[in-house]
């Protein structure tokens, strides 16, 4: 660790846990007073002495005399007049009456004003202050003073000009609101702090004064009797008072407890009731107890416990109750009165129905009921009281007996008490001489050894112990009261404490000046750095005096500056406790506690000293060292059979102090939220619309404690610049010790690990061999001196940390005040506003959750200064953030809010030119700052300015920043450090891909949550907008990030920019593609590949994912693009013949036939662009071209099998019932049945050939073959050129097949379109394939047959001309097989088929003759060109027609004679004969091809 005053969050968190531990033990340590006071039963000495060297534990501050004109007034009077005296500390007022004159003065000051009241002729009996009711005077008017004499009870108000909160005020009298007394003289006058106003009379009943601002009938004052029925109030006014022969028992005291609502009587028989006003305090007045003979109470179920230590008392007269004052919670839980009696007994009452020390440990067991409900009074336990003779010390149980003679009795004569906040004074009058002031109050240094637990038990340290002073008074005592605080501090201590549970701040409606004064119930150690000495007045006969309480740190500061000796400076720590003491000395070291005077730069730097000072302090040390020096052998090896403990380091006082010193004044803040919700209808619901967020503390409070703790860590930092004390020590040790205090990350040293692990836990090492190895045997050993000091250093320094982070903390959160967090956090959603009045100042000043919302809130603060109608600049205000919180306020986010500024005055200008420029400066110190800038806000603001090279470059540069090593990359470290490295880059990258998604017009994947100026895409047109994808996506590949480039490209693809992908791509755009479809760069790019036919099938069959297909086909497209055909034609080969696990995904044979098409072209383009050189070109591109036009011939046959097949299925699924199936219901349902199930089958067979390309081998023998496909089968055997067999004997059976199939379907007619179709596809078969001998007997059988049988009408040229087209109008094929099959008689044994055949080679002599003809004349070009299969020369025209002609004549001449040899009747075969005759006459002669 670096020393500077840079904030390390490892050492403020460590720092974080140790005050918070520390501030639970604290609360813990205080003790309610029921406890203490069981404890105190057995303990010796309830009471302690103030040692005598010691300067005064209670001193008198200043003496006044009572004002001449009052005392002039009392003279007057002879002393027989009545008089009364009391104080109002509440304006800072003394009064007193003397028979109907009342004189008010301050007490405080005397200003020589002394007004005087005497509007009345009856003496006043009684007097006291109220609160004013809200709503009823001006407000001016705060309080009312209410005076009763035996005629009337009257209000007078006093004004001021509010200048000064106790200035003078001129009493005027409210004739409005006065009321008759009605023959009651009231005794006392109490009031509640919400303004109800009670009387108490001689008569011993209750009254309240009711007053409002009634007019007419409903009079303004009356007064109400409480405690009487009707027919009390029927005697009172109808029965004379001398009739009544009843005892009356006069009120004398009436005290009210606000925290609890109870109203408590004491009566001149010393009888105290008990009386409830409702559960808030404005309801009707109960009576719930009674108790006549509390003094005479003993121990029983609860009490009437009495403390060791009661002094017997040789008086027989019995004790009376002189004065009775209510506890405050913070004192008790269950007691709730205590009562002082005449002998300095005090008795503790509860109205609880059960003590507090029932069922639990401590009285804890009451502390969530509290606010129990008052039933009865009971005497819990009795207090023993003070011993005698205490002048400035007393000796524990001993007694000053130097005044007191041998008989006379030592018991107190208690004339007057007062009882407050753990302090009681009386007035003891059982000196001969003179009247003296008993002072008790809390021994404080009980309260450091409790904390501390130095060896006591638990009962005994907790134990109520008092310290008892005397002070010497003239005349007697008549009233004592606190001097509050001022209102300024009661208010900050009232903020900073009202919402501690512990606290005793009510809702009671009290003033701030009152809460804060019972927080001193807790203690001086407490409470010594915030609140400041206790001051009372005393009235008596002989005047007024102020008697003021030393605290612990007042009467160390004494001493400090008496220079006293070092004894007593010793003294004072063994009393207090070393860390005690310690703190003291950083109190007034830092000069952090509060004084009436300036605290010396001399005693400051004294109590410095005493702190940094090993004598009294300590140093840190080994708490069990002791176990070491017993594991040693005689033999200096270790015993193996003992325990070995582990040595606990224990710091030394110094740090005990810091840690009670920070602990106390972070108290107040540390686990409370620091933000709530005002004003809501469900305050509890942060999501409350109607409510507003605001700080939870006001600026003042947080301004005193951030003073406080910056006084404090500012003597920190200046003892260790000047290396003071322990810095000094440690700091001297040179490379010893230095990385412990001096590193940082991994140059920890070995202790400052240890201390990491656990800073202020059990600390040991292992002590290592000479050469640095590892010893085998691990020996447990102790700490050196130097490193124990160099960790309480260490220890001490984050602790410092942690003040300067909390002090910078409390400024942020006061700016915040100042600017309304409401308004900055209106922009905040619903979960952040939740987490943001949720958060406790703990976690804002020690949490990464509290440093994040903490940036949040300066960001809107920022925000507020330099948005569109901001209210300054960034300077103004970054100025004060940068000089009070540089923790939370950086150098960085200083830059990155100036760029802000620039771009805000960028977004305002018009000047384009200027724009441009604003920007830049704004992207140039971004530029600086990358690591730390909310880059998501920032650059959709530089989207709209158009300056998208920020856009790119600024979470490009985030991006190498925040991973400067490649963790995310890194596969030797842990999956989920790669996960979260890789999450942070994919943020910065989302900020250049939103930009893309905006230019495309398409909502990003992940909204960032803010705000898009409308106007930013309105104004672009489609030009403008690719103008800056081009610019994006430039910038983008410019960059070095190969991450940042696959996921650029990945987005392009996914957004449609294909095309500016493939253009502006970099050189790592093919391995990219390649990548992401898993497909390796050799298996592309290697030519020799592509030559193997194995492994390209192999290739081609890996399954594709269907996601990636598209990188496969813009890695097509790229090939293309940039004329890499051979290789663009692989990649298309492996798209169609690519493969899915994921049936929906499978890519149609129409889109596969479309990837093989285009393949075919580049492998012909590859063939003729000449890109290889040699001869391996032709060889590589003819093989490609071969397999790839195989291919597609083989997916073409695919296609029309799969259509044949589902035209099947259709069939089959909707078969036809014909009229004669209809009336025989010969269709079944099984036959239906059979025809659903082989749909179905033939319907699985195609979806089966839709998935992959199959092989012709699995074309042809599994799916043409079963389902009979013979045109197909036909087709195949072609293609493959099959030749298995040597008598073609497979083809001229799928031929028969076929024609088979084709007569029962629709005859001759529709045999001889098949034939047409697929003949003239297989044609010239060279006899293997088209079977001309077969297919024309075949036909020619099959036309006989069904012409005689009437079946078919068959024409004579049907058969032979579906020959001829099968043979592409070749007659001489055709021909020759007519002949062949005439001239075998086996072939033809019937007359009437040779006949036929006779009659078809007529017919196709004729067709071959007009052929001639029509070729010489030129008459039907187009039909001789299909008949002859192509053209003739007009020089070739003569030799070809004469030897067609004599072919012709030759065959006609000799049919003809076979038509005679025919045994049929000539009357039959006579047309045929006369055909041949007629067509050889025509060819002989020799105008025949003149003719035409």
């Given amino acids: 660790m670096s020393w500077d005053d840079e904030i390390v969050v490892r050492d403020v968190t460590n720092a974080g846990l140790v005050v918070s531990d520390r501030i639970n033990r604290d609360i813990a340590a205080h003790t309610d007073l029921e406890e203490a006071l069981e404890a105190s039963r057995y303990t010796s000495h309830p009471y302690s002495t103030h040692p005598r060297e010691w300067p005064p534990l209670v001193e008198v501050m200043d003496t006044w005399e009572l004002p001449p004109v009052l005392i002039e007034r009392y003279n007057a009077a002879g002393g027989e007049g009545t008089a009364l005296c009391g104080v109002f500390p509440e304006i800072r007022r003394a009064w007193a009456s003397v028979d109907n004159s009342l004189f008010l003065w301050r007490f405080d000051k005397w200003d020589g004003q002394c007004p005087e009241y005497s509007g009345e002729e009856q003496a006043i009996c009684a007097v006291g202050l109220a609160k004013s009711k809200p709503g009823v005077f001006v407000e001016a008017i705060q309080y009312l003073l209410v005076l009763a004499t035996p005629v009337e009870c009257v209000c007078c108000c006093g004004r001021g000009d509010g200048t000064d909160p106790y200035e003078e005020v001129s009493l005027q009298l409210l004739p409005e609101y006065t009321i008759p007394s009605d023959g009651v003289t009231m005794t006392c006058i109490t009031c509640t702090d919400k303004g109800r106003i009670f009387l108490s009379g001689r008569d011993g009943h209750i009254y309240e004064m009711h007053y409002a601002t009634g007019s007419g009938w409903n009079k303004r004052c009356r007064k109400v009797c409480l405690t009487v029925g009707l027919g009390s109030v029927i005697s009172r006014w109808i029965v004379p008072h001398v009739l009544k022969f009843g005892a009356i028992d006069p009120i004398v005291e009436m005290v009210v407890d606000n925290e609890r609502h109870i109203l408590y009587v004491r009566t001149e028989e010393m009888k105290l009731q008990v009386f409830v006003l409702g559960p808030k305090g404005d309801g009707p007045l109960k009576k719930v107890a009674e108790e006549k003979n509390l003094i005479n109470q003993k121990d029983a179920h609860y009490g009437g416990r009495q403390s060791t230590g009661s002094r017997p008392s040789n008086r027989s007269a019995k004790p009376s109750i002189i004065c009775i004052s209510p506890l405050s919670t913070l004192e008790s839980k269950w007691l709730h009165l205590v009562a002082v009696l005449s002998d300095g007994r005090r008795m503790y009452l509860s109205t609880a129905p059960s003590s507090g020390n029932s069922g639990a440990v401590g009285g804890l067991s009451g502390f969530n009921n509290s606010h129990h409900k008052p039933n009865c009074l009971k005497v819990v336990t009795t207090r023993s009281s003070p011993p005698l003779g205490v002048i400035g010390g007393l000796a524990f149980g001993a007694l000053s007996l130097s005044s007191r003679t041998q008989n006379e009795d030592l018991a107190l004569k208690v004339e007057s008490a007062y009882y407050s906040a753990g302090a009681l004074v009386l007035s003891d009058s059982s000196p001969p001489t003179m009247s003296s002031l008993l002072i008790v109050s809390r021994d404080s240094s009980t309260q450091s050894s409790a904390s501390a637990g130095l060896g006591t038990t638990a009962r005994t340290s907790r134990a109520l112990r008092e310290s008892v002073s005397s002070l010497p008074v003239e005349g007697r005592m008549l009233y004592v009261a606190d001097v509050l605080p001022s209102q300024d501090m009661a208010a900050t201590v009232q903020s900073l404490y009202s919402e501690l549970e512990f606290s005793g701040f009510g809702s009671s409606g009290e003033s701030s000046e009152k809460a804060s004064g019972k927080l001193l119930a807790r203690g001086d150690l407490s409470t010594q750095h915030i609140l400041p000495r206790r001051r009372i007045v005393v009235f008596s006969t002989m005047g007024m005096m102020e008697v003021v309480f030393n605290r612990p740190v007042d009467i ?514 093919v391995p990219f593609l390649q990548n992401a479809g898993r497909e390796s760069s050799q298996e592309v790019c290697a030519v020799s590949a592509v030559t193997s036919t194995r492994s390209r099938e192999g290739l081609s069959g890996a399954p594709i994912p269907s996601k990636q297909t598209k990188y496969f086909d813009l890695l097509a497209r790229y090939y293309v693009l940039k004329r890499q055909h051979l290789l663009a034609a692989h990649v298309l080969l492996r798209l169609a013949e690519r493969r899915s696990t994921d049936a929906g995904d499978v890519p149609t044979l129409e889109q596969r036939r479309h990837y093989l098409s285009n393949a075919v072209l580049q492998a012909k383009n590859a063939s003729s662009s000449g890109g290889l050189i040699g001869s391996a070109q032709g060889a590589i591109d003819n093989g490609l071209l071969d397999l790839l036009e195989g291919k597609l011939a083989v997916l073409q046959f695919q296609i029309k099998i799969k259509e044949d097949l589902e035209a099947i299925a259709s069939r089959l699924e909707s078969p036809q019932v014909t009229s004669e199936s209809a009336q025989n219901e010969s269709c079944s349902e099984s036959n239906l049945n059979a025809d659903t199930n082989s749909a179905n089958t033939v319907r699985e067979k195609a979806r089966d050939l839709s998935l992959d390309l199959k092989s012709i081998t699995q074309l042809y023998n599994e799916y043409a073959v079963p389902f009979e496909l013979w045109e197909i089968c036909l087709e195949i055997l072609y293609f493959a050129n099959y030749s298995g067999d040597a008598d073609s004997s497979i083809a001229r059976e799928t031929w028969a097949r076929l024609i088979d199939q084709a007569l029962s379907k629709g005859g001759i007619a529709e045999a001889c379109v098949v034939l047409k179709r697929v003949g003239s596809h297989i044609y010239p078969g060279e006899g293997v394939v088209l079977p001309l001998d077969l297919l024309c007997l075949h036909l020619e059988k099959a036309a006989l047959e069904r012409l005689a049988s009437g079946v078919e009408s068959v024409g004579d040229e049907d058969v032979v001309r579906a020959l001829l087209a099968a043979c592409k109008g070749a007659t001489e094929p055709v021909l020759n097989t007519y002949e062949q099959l005439l001239s075998n008689g086996a072939i033809l044994p019937s007359p009437s088929l040779r006949f036929r055949l006779l009659r078809s080679v007529l017919v196709l002599l004729r067709e071959w003759a007009m052929s001639v003809f029509a070729q010489r004349m030129g008459t039907s070009a187009t039909g001789a060109s299909l008949i002859l299969g192509g053209t003739f020369s007009l020089g070739q025209t003569t030799v070809v027609n004469r030897g067609v002609r004599d072919k012709i004549t030759n065959a006609a001449n000799r049919y003809m004679t076979e038509v005679r040899r025919l045994a049929l009747p000539q009357s039959q075969t006579e047309a045929v004969y006369r055909g041949f005759r007629e067509l050889e006459e025509s060819l002989i002669s020799p105008f025949s091809f003149e003719l035409y």
């Fill in 556 to 1069: 160390l500061r004494r001493l400090l500056e008496s220079n006293s000796p070092r004894s007593l400076l010793e003294d004072f720590f063994n009393r207090f406790g070393a860390g005690e003491a310690a703190a003291m000395c950083l109190l007034l070291a830092a000069k952090i506690v509060h004084t009436e005077n300036l605290i010396s730069n001399i005693v400051s730097e004294k109590a410095a000293e005493a702190f940094e000072d090993p004598r009294v302090v300590g140093m840190p040390q080994l708490e069990s060292s002791s176990a070491f020096s017993n594991t040693r052998t005689a033999a200096g090896g270790f015993s193996m059979g003992q325990v070995v403990q582990e040595a606990e380091p224990i710091f030394s006082g110094a740090h005990e102090g810091l840690c009670l010193c920070s602990s106390r004044l972070l108290l107040p803040v540390w686990e409370l939220p620091v933000m709530v919700m005002k004003g809501g209808l469900d305050t509890s619901n942060a999501m409350s619309e109607d409510g507003i967020v605001a700080c939870r503390l006001s600026s003042g409070p947080m301004q005193v404690l951030e003073n406080k703790i910056r006084a404090l860590e500012k003597f920190l930092r200046s003892r260790r610049n000047q290396r003071r004390g322990l810095y000094g020590c440690v700091a001297g040790l040179g490379d010893l010790t230095g990385s412990i205090l001096y590193g940082t990350g991994s140059d920890l040293g070995a202790g400052d690990q240890s201390m990491v692990r656990n800073l202020f836990g059990a600390y040991s090492r292992s002590i290592e061999t000479g050469d640095g190895r590892t010893s085998n045997k691990r020996q447990r050993l102790p700490y050196s001196p130097a490193e124990l000091a160099a960790m309480e250093v260490r220890a001490m320094e984050c602790i410092r940390q942690l003040l300067l982070r909390s002090a910078e903390a409390l400024f942020l959160l006061q700016l915040l005040c100042q600017h309304h967090v409401t308004r900055l956090i209106q922009s905040f959603d619903v979960n952040l506003r939740q987490e943001l009045v949720q958060l406790t100042f703990h976690q804002l000043v020690c949490s990464e959750e509290g440093d994040r919302l903490a940036t949040r809130l300066i960001s809107s603060l920022m925000e507020y200064y330099t948005g569109p109608d901001g209210r300054g600049t960034v300077d103004d205000i970054s100025a004060r953030m940068r000089e009070g919180c540089p923790s939370y306020y950086k150098e960085s986010d200083y830059k990155f809010y100036l760029a802000v500024e620039f771009l805000e005055r960028a977004a305002v200008t018009s000047d384009d030119e200027e724009k441009e420029n604003l920007a830049r400066e704004a992207f140039n110190f971004l530029s600086k700052v990358p690591e730390s800038a909310d880059l998501r806000t920032v650059c959709k603001r530089f989207e709209d300015l158009r300056f998208y090279e920020a856009v790119v470059r600024l979470p490009l540069q985030k991006a190498q920043a925040l991973d400067p090593a490649g963790d995310a990359f890194n596969e030797q470290l842990d999956a989920g450090i790669r996960e979260h490295a890789l999450a942070q880059l994919e943020q910065c990258y989302e900020i250049i891909t939103s930009a893309l998604h905006s230019l495309k017009g398409e909502a990003s994947q992940r909204e960032f949550g803010f705000h898009v100026r409308p106007a930013a895409q309105s104004t672009l047109n489609q030009a403008s907008r690719d103008k800056y994808i081009r610019q994006i996506v430039q910038l983008g590949v410019q960059s070095s990030d190969r991450v940042f480039h696959e996921y650029l490209y990945r987005t392009m693809i996914d957004l449609g920019l294909e095309k500016e992908l493939l253009e502006y791509g970099g050189p790592d755009l």
